[in-house]
């Protein structure tokens, strides 16, 4: 799932993960979300789905790790946090969900190999991709066969959890059933 800043991903990724389980699949991996402070942001937390363990993606406040505009992000809760929900989820949940892939996650080198392995599991990954990045490991997941990305916009952003959610429902059914 990828689109413009402020369109939706996350939430719609959150409603995603809702309705698999809502069809009793496992779901996990790590959501992202952005922290405000008397309306102004300052920050990213980061969440692991199953355990609920929380830490700072990155913060204005943060006083080691390397900068992306005015943020410093937080390396050893990324390493810990993300990537341990990562492979968590590739050893227990039926589908794994990981937002985002951006910047700021991409410059964990320990992230990036637990994205590999989910990427190169059998499991389902649905994830957010940031807007427009362009790198190897990006460029890579959008160059596989079987990885579909589909953009939010205003026009399909309500009901593309329940399209999301469906194929992915579809597929594992489909795969218990002696697909693959």
């Avoid at 309306?39 to 692991?48: L, N």
């Avoid at 969900?97 to 990427?119: H, R």
């Amino acid at each position: 799932v990828t689109g413009p800043p402020g369109i939706g991903k996350t939430s719609i990724l959150r409603r995603v993960v809702k309705e698999l389980k809502n069809h009793n699949y496992t779901v996990g991996g790590m959501f992202c979300r952005e922290v405000r402070e008397g309306g102004m942001r300052v920050g990213f937390e980061i969440k692991d789905i199953s355990t609920g363990q929380r830490g700072w993606l990155a913060h204005v406040n943060q006083q080691t790790g390397p900068t992306i505009g005015k943020y410093r992000v937080n390396l050893t809760d990324l390493n810990v946090i993300s990537t341990g929900s990562i492979h968590d989820a590739l050893k227990n949940a039926d589908v794994l969900a990981v937002d985002e892939i951006g910047p700021m996650e991409l410059l964990s080198p320990a992230f990036s190999s637990a994205l590999t392995a989910a990427v190169e599991s059998s499991k389902p990954l649905v994830g957010t991709i940031h807007y427009r990045l362009s790198n190897s490991m990006v460029n890579s997941i959008k160059g596989r066969d079987d990885t579909e990305i589909i953009e939010v916009t205003y026009e399909n952003r309500e009901n593309l959890h329940n399209l999301i959610a469906n194929k992915v429902s579809d597929w594992l059914t489909w795969r218990l059933t002696g697909g693959c």
